[in-house]
C-alpha cells in the first residue's frame, strides 16, 4: 500500500514522503480525521531539542493525538467507517508489574515512531479505541492528552495515602486544567485548589474550589496531595512551593516535563516523608476508562470543549504552518487539526 507520510525533516521544514507499506491481515488502517498539537510536537517543529536529538529522530512525522476512521480492519474488530481514537504507545513486549508505557521496549508515535501525521495509519486492533458517538470530535483530537491524566490519577488513587480532602494542582496550563477537571469529578467532595501564574488563565478554572497566583498563596494553606503540571524551568519553584505546603506523608505527583535536571529539597522531602510518583504517557487501559468517562459524564467533555482552541483545515504543508505558528502564539487552549490532505 501506498501511503503519504508529513515528515518533519528540519525545523520548520515538512516534505512528503510516499511510503510502501506493507499491511499485515490482521492489521488496522485508520484514515486520521483530526489531529491536535502538543508542547512536545512544538519543540520538535520549533528546532529546541537538543541538536543530538533532532539528528536521532528526523525525519519524523509528527503528533500523537489523534483520532480518525477505519478503512481497513483485517482482524474482524471494527467496522470500515467506525470512528477511533489511535494509541500513540507501541509496546512490543508484556511484563508483569510494568506497564505498557513504562517499558523501554515500547516505541511512541512522534518520539521514536512516525506519528499520525500521515495519509494513513497503519496499526493493531489492540491500538486503536471505539469513539463513543455523539462526543465532540475537536475534544476527542486530544483523548491522548486526557488520558495522561487519567494514568496519573489512577497511580495516584492506587498508592496515596487516605488523605483526600484537599488536593492542590501547580501549572494554569492545558494539563493542570485537564488534571484539575478530572480532580474535581472522581473527588467531588474535596477541596481542589489551583495554583497558576496568569490570574486570566485561573478565571477559567470555574470547577476549582479556589484558585491562587502563586505570589499570593496564605501561608497557612495546606494540602494533603499535589500535582505538579509546570514542567520546564518552573518545576523546581512549583516543587518547591508544594513541598512547603502539602501535609506530612502525602504525595507529590510530578506530571511537567523538564529538559535539564530540576532540583528538589530532599531535606523537606525527608523530614516529611513524602512520596514523589512520577508518571508518563498512558496505555490501553486508560483510553478505555477515559472514553468511557467521556461517554458517562457528557459535562466533562463540555467542560474540555473551553479549552479548543484554533481549528484549521489541514490540505497541505502550508496549512500546517500556519496552524503551528498560531499555536506557538497561544497561551492557552489545544490547537486541532481537522486533517483533510
Excluded at 76 to 88: F, L, R
Amino acid at each position: 500500500m501506498l501511503n503519504t507520510v508529513y515528515q518533519l525533516v528540519a525545523p520548520r521544514r515538512i516534505d512528503l514522503a510516499i511510503e510502501d507499506v506493507v499491511v499485515a491481515p490482521s492489521a488496522v488502517v485508520v484514515r486520521p480525521t483530526h489531529l491536535s498539537i502538543c508542547h512536545a510536537d512544538q519543540r520538535y517543529y520549533q528546532g529546541l531539542r537538543d541538536p543530538k536529538v533532532l539528528a536521532e529522530k528526523l525525519p519524523m512525522a509528527m503528533i500523537h493525538e489523534a483520532h480518525g476512521e477505519v478503512v481497513f480492519d483485517g482482524s474482524g474488530t471494527y467496522s470500515v467507517g467506525q470512528q477511533v481514537v489511535m494509541i500513540p504507545n507501541l509496546p512490543t513486549e508484556e511484563h508483569p508489574y510494568i506497564a505498557e508505557n513504562y517499558l523501554r521496549s515500547s516505541k511512541f508515535r512522534s518520539s521514536s515512531a512516525d506519528g499520525f501525521m500521515q495519509e494513513l495509519v497503519v496499526t493493531t486492533a489492540n491500538r486503536v479505541v471505539p469513539l463513543p458517538e455523539g462526543i465532540d470530535l475537536n475534544v476527542a483530537a486530544f483523548t491522548e492528552l486526557v488520558t495522561v491524566a487519567m494514568h496519573v490519577l489512577d497511580r495516584f488513587d492506587a498508592t496515596a495515602n487516605a488523605g483526600r480532602s484537599a488536593f492542590g494542582v501547580w501549572g494554569d496550563g492545558n494539563m493542570g486544567y485537564i488534571t484539575c477537571l478530572l480532580l474535581r469529578t472522581r473527588f467531588p467532595e474535596a477541596d481542589v485548589y489551583m495554583f497558576g501564574k496568569n490570574p486570566e488563565k485561573l478565571a477559567d478554572f470555574t470547577f476549582a474550589t479556589r484558585t491562587f497566583v502563586i505570589s499570593e498563596v496564605p501561608a497557612d494553606l495546606r494540602i494533603d496531595h499535589a500535582f505538579e503540571c509546570v514542567g520546564g524551568a518552573g518545576s523546581a519553584d512549583a516543587i518547591e512551593q508544594i513541598i512547603e505546603h502539602i501535609h506530612p506523608e502525602g504525595t507529590i505527583a510530578l506530571m511537567g516535563v523538564s529538559e535539564n535536571p530540576v532540583p528538589v529539597n530532599t531535606r523537606m522531602v525527608l523530614e516529611k516523608g513524602l512520596r514523589l510518583l512520577g508518571s508518563s504517557r498512558s496505555g490501553l487501559a486508560d483510553f478505555q476508562n477515559t472514553l468511557a468517562l467521556f461517554q458517562e459524564q457528557p459535562q466533562v467533555v463540555a467542560q474540555l470543549s473551553r479549552i479548543v482552541g484554533g481549528v484549521f483545515d489541514i490540505h497541505d504543508t502550508s496549512d500546517i504552518a500556519k496552524a503551528f505558528a498560531d499555536d506557538r502564539a497561544r497561551r492557552f487552549g489545544k490547537t486541532i487539526l481537522h486533517w483533510l490532505v
